[in-house]
């Protein structure tokens, strides 16, 4: 207590000399430092961000009410050159010795080194310059503030300013404005001159923006908007927003306005002139498509044709799709109303291809066509090239890893069947060290793993069935047939994995992706199961303990006293009544049964037969986005048909009185997860961001557990970062294991993100959960879930964080701390672990969710 006392006061005394610094030692003398902007909405403070945003000048940035940067600015000195031979010339024989030595040219740049003029410069680009207050800029925030009201209706807004002058060369201001009453919307009328969209608009105004409500400017903005988009996806193809024009008429002083929407004629160019002429509706005629852009600059006696429903295809020689693969993915229809939102997804569809470089439609109309107000398509692409090669390293950071170096040489196919089919081929290597192996040669690199994946992706549904009324075209659906092989060496336990799949990916709307799994089959090979207890350390410590408790054979142990790990071990539980003796002692035997249960779990070879079905919505627009909502769901099924194939063929059982196929146990169970993430944009760069989560797996039929691949962990950079990965659970266990997982996990995480400067970010963050088994075992302990009396046992976890945003991803550095520890006595449990020597650093990529 003592400690965390002089800790907290010294911390204190730094904030107070910090403080103490002079803020307005580079404000110039009869100027004041503008420290708030305070805005007095009718008589009351508004802090909205929107208010504070007009102002043309705002105070210094600062992280907890301190200015750092501008205290940064304010470290450097103004002339640091001048000054430097300034102090050179108080000492003339110095001054005479550098005179005789060098030319004047040498005279001007001795002030020009890093310590007498490059840190200064540093100081000033990394610092910010004082707010000094400009009055001029002050009177223009009240301009912008008037017209900010009266786009949403107050046109007779009142604002005026106080100056404040405080103590210190400081100043503040408050703007203080009276909004009124705002104006109401009374009657709307339309003038619309083309007979032709007068009766479009007509017919669809109950989707309108335009109501008799508060006049506000960005409801005729959105009018404006989605009358262009109505009538450039009904054959207006010359129709501009900029023919929508709006007359507004305020009516005396009753707060009425009366809104006259107008839209004129085409205006077009004739000679020097100009007129106007009604528009017209234009429907596709012709639709070409040009499978090598540059075919269309070149001679038409080069081009080869042909014609497919309609749609021309031209190339250079044979055509090198086939004809449907292209007609697939047009949108277009001939004799059908030009649309802005077709056009939009047959370039979203051929991007989403692969086989083509931006894809791009141009329309021009037709000329002499017996057909009048028609348009030609002209669809130009430009294919990539049929082979490509990619070679990537990276330096990587996992649960597993502390270190790791990861190359990947990949081969992309493209077009391979000639129906935009992409084919993938990837090897890939890595290295890595880890301290939770065991590692007895102490070599720095003591983890390897190298692998090889196929995929294959086709640009539609292969299902022996028509899914098109179900998953349309326009949902831009895909089919991927993935195998892959990994080959994983520890110093201790190795593992072969092969695994395949056949997956369906489609996106219902924008911001909305599904996936079907109609099979994912895996298959587990573990090497070297008899060197278990030489990798988890601290399960053999704990039967090292017992043995030693219950004075097993002495021969069994070593010099140290430590039992034989090739034969000492076995023997010892395996050839005397060692296991007897613990029989009698209930908890020991279930801390014995645990590590056996454990044991089994992680050796065994697995085999698992799945279906799953995943389905993500997100409200994001785009990456400049804080503001939206993520929910991420996933369902998926085990072993259900091959339970049916074993029990029709009345497959062997083994010793667990499982079913195999193929001599191993096939895994069956039900699991589902969902997450959501929501994120607040807060004022001033800050963003508080929260995810929650719940996943559950249930072992039923041929399983008792599910496997340890598919099984929950707690801890770690992306999870609760007080704990190392693994570390934490299950329940409130003081677990001796080196990898804890259990079958349930519900967690809640949470962060205040905020600028710190430029592009370092910090955040400050608080991670609550834990794992716990749930029909799982075969007993129940402390790491079995209750129900709502296991709540208690959630772990809490806080800390902060310094993130460097390098555009393209963001390194992540989050030192977290255990604040409550469930696993400690009731007593115990809070603040233990708040403590610089027990800092647990979690390096991370991007953020963690």
């Not at 007895?440 to 292969?462: A, H, Q, W």
């Not at 048909?641 to 010793?655: C, G, R, T």
């Not at 801890?715 to 266990?733: E, F, I, T, V």
Request: positive net charge; aromatic residues 14%; proline residues 3%.
């Amino acid at each position: 207590m003592r400690n965390t006392a002089t800790k907290i006061s010294f911390f204190i005394l730094i904030g107070l000399f910090l403080w103490s610094c002079n803020a307005t030692k580079r404000v110039p003398e009869g100027k004041l430092w503008l420290i708030k902007n305070e805005f007095i909405v009718d008589g009351q403070p508004d802090k909205s961000e929107a208010l504070e945003n007009l102002a043309y000048q705002k105070p210094n940035s600062a992280i907890l009410g301190f200015p750092l940067r501008l205290q940064i600015y304010n470290l450097a000195r103004q002339n640091p050159d001048s000054i430097y031979l300034e102090k050179l010339k108080k000492k003339p024989k110095k001054w005479a010795r550098i005179q005789a030595r060098m030319a004047k040219k040498g005279q001007e740049g001795l002030g020009n080194s890093f310590w007498n003029l490059g840190i200064h410069r540093f100081l000033k680009k990394n610092g910010e310059a004082p707010v000094v207050l400009d009055v001029l800029r002050t009177n223009r925030t009240l301009k912008r503030i008037n017209a900010y009201y009266d786009s949403q209706g107050y046109f007779r807004v009142k604002s005026t300013f106080k100056l404040d002058t405080l103590e210190g060369n400081k100043a503040k201001i408050s703007y203080i404005i009276n909004k009124g009453t705002p104006y109401v919307i009374d009657t709307i009328k339309t003038t619309i001159k083309t007979p032709v969209l007068d009766s479009l608009y007509r017919s669809n105004m109950a989707n309108t923006f335009l109501k008799k409500q508060q006049y506000n400017l960005a409801d005729l903005d959105a009018e404006r908007s989605r009358i262009t988009n109505l009538f450039r996806n009904n054959g207006a193809f010359h129709f501009q927003q900029n023919y929508i024009v709006y007359v507004i008429d305020t009516v005396g002083n009753n707060k009425k306005v009366n809104i006259n929407l107008i839209i004129n004629d085409r205006s077009i160019r004739v000679n020097d002139s100009s007129k106007t002429v009604p528009f017209k509706l234009f429907k596709i005629n012709k639709i070409n498509v040009f499978t090598d852009a540059a075919s269309a600059k070149k001679s038409d006696s080069l081009l080869d044709s042909l014609v497919y429903k309609r749609y021309t295809i031209f190339s250079h020689g044979k055509l090198k799709f086939t004809r449907k693969s292209i007609t697939s993915a047009i949108f277009l229809s001939r004799n059908k109303l030009f649309s802005d939102d077709n056009t939009t997804l047959t370039t979203r569809y051929l991007n989403s291809l692969g086989s083509f470089k931006s894809p791009s439609i141009q329309y021009v109309e037709s000329e002499n066509d017996t057909i009048p107000n028609s348009l030609t398509a002209n669809i130009f692409l430009t294919q990539k090239d049929k082979y490509g090669f990619k070679t990537t390293e990276n330096f990587t950071h996992s649960n597993i890893q502390d270190f790791g170096i990861t190359a990947t040489q990949s081969l992309v196919v493209r077009n391979l069947f000639k129906g935009s089919e992409l084919l993938q081929i990837a090897l890939r290597g890595n290295i890595g060290s880890s301290k939770n192996l065991a590692n007895p040669n102490e070599r720095f690199f003591n983890v390897s793993e190298y692998g090889i994946d196929f995929k294959l992706k086709f640009p539609r549904i292969l299902f022996p069935f028509k899914t098109d009324k179900i998953i349309p075209k326009s949902m831009l659906p895909s089919t991927v047939l993935s195998v892959g092989f990994t080959k994983q060496n520890n110093i201790g336990l190795d593992k072969e994995s092969f695994s395949g799949s056949y997956a369906y990916n489609w996106t219902p709307k924008k911001n909305v992706s599904a996936r079907f799994e109609l099979f994912n089959i895996q298959y587990i090979n573990n090497l070297n199961t008899n060197n278990y207890f030489n990798v988890y350390r601290s399960s053999y410590g704990v039967m090292n303990d017992l043995a030693r408790k219950y004075q097993t054979d002495p021969s069994y142990f070593d010099s140290s006293g430590n039992l034989i790990l090739e034969n000492g071990l076995p023997k010892a539980y395996l050839e005397t009544n060692l296991i007897d003796y613990i029989v009698q002692n209930e908890t020991d035997y279930k801390i014995l049964l645990s590590i056996f249960e454990r044991r089994e779990r992680i050796i065994q070879n697995d085999l698992i037969l799945s279906s799953s079905f995943s389905y993500l919505k997100s409200s994001r627009l785009d990456n400049a986005d804080n503001n939206y909502y993520t929910i991420r769901t996933k369902i998926e099924s085990a072993g259900n048909l091959l339970s049916l194939l074993s029990n029709k063929n009345l497959q062997p059982i083994d010793e667990n009185g499982s079913r195999t196929i193929f001599g191993v146990a096939y895994t069956q169970y039900l699991k589902g997860e969902l997450e959501y993430i929501k994120n607040w944009d807060l004022r001033g760069q800050k963003v508080l961001a929260i995810r929650t989560f719940f996943g559950l797996g249930m072992p039923y039929g041929n399983s008792k557990s599910i496997p340890f691949s598919r099984s929950y962990f707690g801890g770690g950079s992306n999870d609760n970062r007080g704990w190392l990965p693994y570390s934490l659970g299950a329940g409130k266990a003081n677990s001796f294991y080196d990898f804890n997982v259990a079958n349930m996990k519900m967690s809640l995480n949470s962060e205040l993100r905020f600028n710190i400067y430029d592009k370092w970010n910090g955040a400050l963050f608080v991670d609550v959960g834990n794992i716990w088994n749930l029909y799982n075992t075969d007993y129940k302990d402390d790491t079995y879930f209750y129900g709502f009396k296991s709540l208690k046992d959630v772990a809490v976890g806080s800390g902060f964080g310094i993130r460097y945003d390098l555009t393209y991803f963001v390194v992540r550095l989050d030192f977290g701390y255990k604040t409550y520890n469930p696993a400690n006595e009731s007593d115990k449990r809070w603040f233990t672990g708040y403590n610089l020597s027990k800092t647990i650093l979690n390096i991370g990529i991007n953020y963690p969710f």
